[in-house]
């Protein structure tokens, strides 16, 4: 038996000596050098006492011999954990102990504050630092650069994330390895990337979005990425004439137009922009499109099911939708309540169902049988619409919807008229405790740069264009909206923060 994950996505390029990272010291790593190092790595692993099945849990900086870690765990059959490398040692410790990760790869830095959570989870303790050094190379630098690739099949386990927990405690989605190499093939495919790409990577590998799309796809190309520890504005730009395209979030591509080093020159041989893990604002695109002549191409993707629809790469990129459903993947707008498939164009709960969706939660059956339907369908949790063109538009997060005084309030809707409004560049909506309404709104801004945004005017902007329920109760001016290492607004801050506005005294 085979190992179609490994196959299919690094294995095929042993011996191939073209460059498959560009460095941002100037430097490149070949196909070939990357899978004697990965080949080194599985030996480690495997010497470590790691067998086929198990977990491995890696809280380290993002750097190529990272990548070969995940690499080194789809050819030895180990289950890769990938974790967030700003959680704390107390947040690790649940990670590290519920998925029962055999071995916890940090940084050095990490490495005293992380053993007494090795030790307690009964896990070996290896490092690796962001500049490739650490005890998992000094052991593997003596191994073999070939590695028996280790058989699994299409429903074996290649991956878990964890979701971000933000109301109760966090899920280890199980990803096949059927579930990531659909997903690449598609995502090849629908977006035409060929091996004449070079992807521009600023991403966190950490995350499905830097990890499973856009390297998955890179590999399965056989293209090339020009591999940036992070996103930095100046490197970013410095690189950019080398790239073919880009994957981002957001704040990416409003930090760049912001510099006006940024424009049509710069971006002109670029073929594709693309955006997610977090809605784009309608003037973003605009913008963009103004400045650059390219339209950013957003798509929709969840932990659980990596990318679900997209924007066509050729045809109408809507601005405010996700596009359609990718090919092989089903997509309903369900009633939260029944689970009654909903006439197009009604907001209801986006169900999904195809070979990316995951297996289940770990260790979580009951949460499992609650949002995984047993005829395959999965209820992500987000409420959308599909227009009469067949677009699909999110509103929101089912668990972000305001009941007030019985009725429902989409946040989605209030925040499209704030962003409209002069001086706001960009606004979120909770629900809030209110004595007599049970909840009610407020509205969160941000303001431009250098304006002064006029709450009584966009009160009344509100009060013209809303249903008096829909009237946000209070605007709030902030710096900054919270948002999480990948760029969503955590609403969850918002409620917990102001919860009490509306307290009897």
């Not at 009633?335 to 009604?346: A, F, M, S, V």
């Not at 008096?468 to 605007?475: M, T």
């Amino acid at each position: 038996m085979a190992n179609p994950l490994y196959d299919t996505l690094f294995g095929r390029h042993a011996g191939q000596t073209a460059p498959f990272l560009h460095l941002s010291d100037g430097s490149t790593l070949s196909y070939d050098a990357f899978l004697r190092l990965t080949a080194q790595y599985a030996h480690t692993f495997r010497d470590a006492g790691l067998a086929p099945g198990d977990r491995l849990a890696a809280q380290i900086e993002k750097s190529p011999q990272a990548l070969a870690v995940y690499a080194a765990c789809v050819q030895a059959g180990i289950v890769f954990l990938p974790l967030n490398t700003g959680y704390t040692a107390d947040e690790l410790e649940y990670f590290v102990t519920d998925s029962g990760a055999r071995l916890l790869l940090c940084d050095g830095a990490k490495a005293d504050a992380l053993a007494p959570v090795a030790k307690s989870a009964k896990a070996s303790l290896m490092t690796l630092n962001a500049d490739g050094s650490g005890s998992l190379p000094d052991a593997a630098k003596d191994q073999p650069e070939t590695f028996e690739t280790t058989a699994r099949g299409g429903d074996d386990l290649a991956a878990f994330l964890y979701t971000s927990g933000t109301t109760g405690r966090s899920k280890g989605a199980m990803l096949t390895q059927t579930n990531l190499l659909s997903n690449a093939e598609t995502l090849v495919d629908y977006w035409a990337f060929t091996e004449k790409d070079v992807l521009l990577h600023a991403l966190p590998i950490f995350h499905t979005h830097g990890l499973f799309v856009a390297t998955n796809v890179i590999l399965l190309a056989g293209a090339a990425m020009i591999f940036l520890p992070k996103f930095d504005q100046d490197k970013v730009i410095e690189t950019l004439p080398r790239a073919t395209t880009m994957m981002g979030v957001p704040t990416f591509y409003t930090r760049l137009l912001d510099d006006p080093r940024f424009d049509r020159a710069l971006t002109g041989h670029m073929r594709l922009f693309i955006s997610g893990s977090a809605p784009l604002l309608a003037e973003t695109h605009v913008a963009f499109e103004e400045r650059t002549g390219h339209r950013i191409l957003e798509r929709y993707g969840m932990t659980e099911t990596n990318m679900n629809t997209s924007n066509p790469y050729e045809g109408e990129r809507r601005a405010g939708t996700v596009g359609f459903p990718l090919p092989g993947v089903e997509l309903k707008i369900t009633d939260p309540d029944t689970g009654k498939t909903l006439p197009q164009g009604e907001i209801g709960l986006i169900e999904v169902r195809g070979p990316n969706v995951f297996k289940g939660y770990w260790n979580m059956p009951e949460k499992t049988a609650e949002e995984l339907r047993s005829d395959g369908f999965f209820i992500t949790g987000d409420l959308g619409q599909i227009d009469d063109q067949g677009y699909v538009q999110i509103v929101g997060r089912n668990k972000d919807l305001i009941i007030s005084g019985g009725y429902n309030i989409y946040p989605k809707e209030i925040e499209l008229l704030l962003d409209e409004q002069p001086g706001v560049l960009e606004s979120a909506v909770v629900g809030v405790p209110h004595p007599d309404f049970g909840e009610t709104v407020v509205g969160f801004l941000v303001a431009q740069k250098g304006e002064t945004p006029d709450l009584a005017a966009i009160a009344e902007a509100a009060g013209t264009s809303l249903a008096r329920f829909k009237h946000p109760r209070k605007l709030i001016v902030l710096d900054e909206l919270p948002r999480n290492t990948m760029g969503k607004v955590q609403k969850n801050i918002l409620r917990a923060e102001y919860g009490d506005l509306f307290k009897p005294a």
